[in-house]
């Protein structure tokens, strides 16, 4: 429909040739009106239902009654509530540290041999990210099988004991830890990768010349000329860590015994299969600091750029 | 080159291949181990042999599953949704993309920056709202949203539409001025600049942010989860993992088929586009 407006208009505007500055106003509103559907689609399904959630928060049980900050009282005075922020945190964190680590040490394997070859390494090497989360993570429950664990088939073999994958709290965490770095550390390298194309080749000549050892280069010139995407790929690495669902879900359900339950999964539980939506739009709420801490960095960024212009 | 340098390059390279065969071996086991059990049958994976091998390779679970109304179902409800949520996103991105790039109205700025923010807003502070929000529609129209396929089409482009637009952005913003100027001095409209111009031209990053929302609606798990849940309704990821999955029956070789064939689209556009699976994935973060 919009389209049909802009067609009519853009076409009529040289051969009437209007003045200036009706002209100008003329081609912002036709500018607004191709931006209305991206507008309204923000305003009405990701706006609203977000501020819709604090509402929701501050609802009881049969979403009748107000009663305040009442549902954060009550999380509060609940252990598992305060397990889950742990879990989250130390989820989110440490996978994340491992994805970036994983990431930069093998892009700079690949970065290092012949150009032909890199095409076909990077191709392999993305796979895990390529593949639907939700199916990927079927393999590996289907690898941490208690009594059918191929991990396991090999461990007993070496001579070592089967291990617990998803049975024991730790285990298990560790487990869902290990699936989300086997499924982000891609990204990273591809993104580090990309990165490490654009530095210069004359500066490692220079500091090979002034003598700087592989470890100086890292530090003094790789790292330097990487900070902004390492900011950003961590950035984003970090919100959606911390919003983590399929995998959590998939392999443990929050279990053993809620140990490994992240916000989302929690939130799943609480609000869509415990029909309770106030409390669960509560947990979900807790998301906010962490975007509200990205939002910061990358407002920051954009106007520092937009000033340097 | 002096000989000694040159002999540590080489050891530089020999090593960087030793540990890129150990990644990848990492990095590809799951989906190999996903191939091997799709090709056994109950009886070999309950006899746990050898489980890193198939003695006995049938082709039977992809026959049982190419032949199963229901998870024809989730295949179809997937393709469509993709379909429809990647024609959607463009019909939504590509003229706010050319208004924010070239065109510029009051607060345009702003709006492309909140663009980027919204794209950062995760789905898991969103679902709750909108189930509620939902529930809200059919008291008041009569529609029922929840529990139907086609709801998807309406809720994935929010995942796809911020950051599709936001990367072209990006690639309009690349085309020289001149170009566009030249055209509407000669008398072409904005749609003919649009068409004619600015699509041809930045092609490649068009069809980075179609690869880009046809494999993030493929792959959604949370909003399926919460909002089409009966049978008929699924899509293909949590069709598989809700009726599959059985905890007596013993069938994961034809889970771990389900799986593999659910992950075929996006393998299969990504072994012929890599370019543009990549290009789209650096994109956000570059242009920035």
């Known amino acids: 429909m919009a389209n049909g407006v802009v067609q009519a208009a853009g076409l009529s505007v040289p051969r009437r040739r209007r003045s200036g500055r009706r002209l100008a106003r003329h081609k912002s509103t036709i500018a607004f009106l191709m931006a209305l559907p991206l507008i309204a689609l923000i305003a009405a399904l990701v706006i609203y239902p977000a501020l819709y959630s604090l509402h929701l928060a501050t609802l009881n049980k049969s979403m009748e009654r107000f009663v305040g900050l009442g549902n954060f009282a009550f999380l509060f005075k609940r252990e598992l509530f305060w397990m889950v922020i742990k879990q989250t945190v130390i989820f989110a964190l440490s996978a994340v540290i491992f994805k970036a680590l994983i990431g930069f040490v093998v892009a700079h394997f690949v970065h290092n041999i012949p150009a032909k070859g890199q095409r076909k390494w990077r191709g392999m090497l993305l796979v895990p990210w390529v593949i639907p989360p939700a199916m990927s993570t079927l393999a590996w429950f289907w690898l941490f099988d208690p009594s059918y664990s191929a991990f396991n088939w090999v461990l007993t073999r070496v001579g070592l004991d089967a291990v617990p994958w998803l049975g024991e709290?730790?285990?298990?965490?560790?487990?869902?830890?290990?699936?989300?770095?086997?499924?982000?550390?891609?990204?990273?390298?591809?993104?580090?990768?990309?990165?490490?194309?654009?530095?210069?080749?004359?500066?490692?000549?220079?500091?090979?010349?002034?003598?700087?050892?592989?470890?100086?280069?890292?530090?003094?010139?790789?790292?330097?000329?990487?900070?902004?995407?390492?900011?950003?790929?961590?950035?984003?690495?970090?919100?959606?860590?911390?919003?983590?669902?399929?995998?959590?879900?998939?392999?443990?359900?929050?279990?053993?015994?809620?140990?490994?339950?992240?916000?989302?999964?929690?939130?799943?539980?609480?609000?869509?299969?415990g029909g309770d939506l106030p409390l669960g739009a509560?947990?979900?709420?807790?998301?906010?600091?962490?975007?509200?801490?990205?939002a910061y960095f990358i407002l920051r960024d954009i106007n520092r750029r937009g000033t340097e212009a | 080159m002096s000989a000694s340098l040159r002999k540590e390059r080489r050891a530089a390279l020999a090593w960087s291949y030793v540990f890129l065969v150990l990644f990848a071996v990492i990095f590809l086991t799951p989906p190999l181990y996903m191939f091997i059990t799709s090709l056994k049958t109950s009886a070999e994976i309950s006899s746990a042999k050898l489980p890193w091998w198939v003695f006995h390779p049938t082709l039977d679970n992809y026959s049982a599953l190419l032949t199963s109304p229901a998870y024809l179902t989730f295949f179809r409800n997937s393709a469509v949704v993709c379909v429809a949520v990647v024609a959607i996103t463009m019909a939504i991105s590509i003229p706010a993309a050319f208004s924010l790039s070239r065109m510029r109205f009051w607060g345009s700025g702003a709006l492309a920056t909140g663009v980027f923010l919204t794209y950062l807003i995760p789905e898991t502070l969103l679902f709750i709202p909108l189930f509620k929000i939902f529930a809200f529609v059919q008291d008041w129209t009569g529609i029922e949203l929840m529990n139907h396929w086609w709801i998807l089409i309406v809720i994935f482009p929010t995942l796809t539409v911020p950051f599709c637009t936001w990367i072209m952005i990006g690639y309009f913003a690349s085309i020289p001025k001149e170009l566009d100027e030249a055209a509407l001095i000669d008398g072409a409209g904005y749609l003919q600049v649009l068409t004619r111009i600015f699509l041809p031209v930045a092609l490649p990053g068009v069809i980075a942010a179609t690869i880009f929302a046809f494999t993030v609606s493929w792959a959604d798990f949370l909003y399926p989860m919460a909002f089409a849940t009966s049978i008929d309704q699924m899509v293909l990821p949590a069709g598989i993992v809700s009726t599959l999955i059985k905890g007596d029956v013993f069938n994961w070789g034809q889970i771990m088929t389900a799986a593999l064939l659910g992950a075929a689209p996006p393998l299969v556009i990504y072994a012929f586009l890599m370019d543009y699976y990549i290009a789209g994935l650096t994109a956000g973060a570059t242009k920035g």
């Open chain 1, 169 to 273: 709290p730790l285990w298990a965490r560790f487990s869902v830890i290990l699936v989300n770095v086997w499924y982000g550390a891609p990204f990273f390298l591809i993104m580090y990768l990309a990165a490490l194309k654009s530095v210069p080749e004359q500066l490692y000549e220079a500091a090979a010349i002034d003598g700087a050892n592989w470890w100086q280069k890292i530090w003094y010139i790789t790292l330097p000329m990487m900070r902004n995407i390492i900011a950003i790929t961590v950035l984003f690495s970090l919100i959606v860590t911390f919003a983590n669902f399929d995998i959590v879900r998939i392999l443990t359900n929050g279990g053993p015994i809620d140990q490994t339950h992240v916000f989302a999964t929690w939130a799943f539980q609480l609000g869509i299969e």
């Open chain 1, 282 to 294: 509560c947990v979900s709420l807790f998301m906010f600091p962490i975007l509200g801490v990205a």
